[in-house]
């Protein structure tokens, strides 16, 4: 049992580790290609930190146990808001742009609803999870277009005061960064979806409660 915890905590480490090698080396490969870098956070950096859940989940799929792929999404999102938020705003005061109350608000209450709906009858379907994709697609056609119809003057600047700053490393270190990350993220949602089932089952708890609390946090 304690080793296969230890395993557990070794492939959250190599998750975030891969996670962060994939933001770095696609940055750089992004920079060098000479994409701005509000189109980089908006895509680049928001998939990557995204990684994490993405491999677990589709590891936990394939893997046949769906329960912690759900558990995963759904208990990052509590975490997300309740956690995160809850402390940051408990150490100092969060302002949040008119712009985020205007349209992310909506975006993200209206795929929570849908997330409610599509597995209200038990199940999402390949259909839905498409539905979920052209959302996805139509989200970030949606943030490109405000970026492009922004002043190049605001873009340059942000460009100035961000990662663009900083020079990207060579193409054949960025690469490697970038497959060293993937198999990183590979690797870590392996150790961490069969340890978690393993533990979840070992201790008498559903697969379900494991993905969303330890897995998810």
């Known amino acids: 049992m304690i080793f296969k915890v230890f395993l557990l905590l070794v492939g959250?480490?190599?998750?975030?580790?891969?996670?962060?090698?994939?933001?770095?080396?696609?940055?750089?490969?992004?920079?060098?290609?000479?994409?701005?870098?509000?189109?980089?956070?908006l895509t680049v950096v928001?998939?990557?930190?995204s990684a994490p859940e993405l491999f677990v989940s589709v590891a936990a799929a394939i893997d046949g146990t769906a329960d912690v792929a759900v558990g995963n999404v759904v208990g990052s999102n509590i975490f997300n808001i309740l956690v995160i938020?809850?402390?940051?705003?408990?150490?100092?005061?969060?302002?949040?742009?008119?712009?985020?109350?205007?349209?992310e608000y909506p975006f993200m209450l209206l795929t929570l609803g849908?997330?409610?709906?599509?597995?209200?009858?038990?199940?999402?379907?390949?259909?839905?999870?498409?539905?979920?994709?052209?959302?996805?697609?139509?989200?970030?056609?949606l943030n490109y277009w405000e970026v492009t119809r922004a002043e190049r003057v605001v873009i340059e600047e942000f460009d100035e005061e961000t990662i663009g700053a900083e020079k990207p490393g060579p193409v054949l270190h960025s690469a490697l960064f970038v497959v060293g990350g993937l198999?990183?993220?590979?690797?870590g949602a392996e150790l961490i979806v069969d340890n978690a089932v393993w533990?979840?089952?070992?201790?008498?708890?559903?697969e379900l409660l494991i993905g969303v609390t330890l897995v998810a946090v």
């Open 183 to 187: 198999i990183g993220l590979i690797i």
């Open 12 to 41: 959250i480490g190599v998750l975030l580790v891969g996670a962060d090698f994939l933001v770095r080396g696609s940055r750089d490969i992004a920079m060098r290609l000479g994409v701005s870098t509000l189109i980089i956070g």
């Open 46 to 49: 928001a998939f990557g930190t």
């Open 85 to 103: 938020i809850g402390i940051t705003a408990f150490l100092t005061p969060v302002n949040v742009a008119k712009s985020v109350q205007k349209r």
């Open 114 to 141: 849908l997330m409610v709906f599509f597995a209200s009858d038990g199940t999402i379907s390949r259909a839905e999870g498409a539905i979920f994709l052209v959302g996805l697609l139509g989200y970030l056609f």
């Open 199 to 206: 533990c979840a089952r070992q201790i008498g708890v559903s």
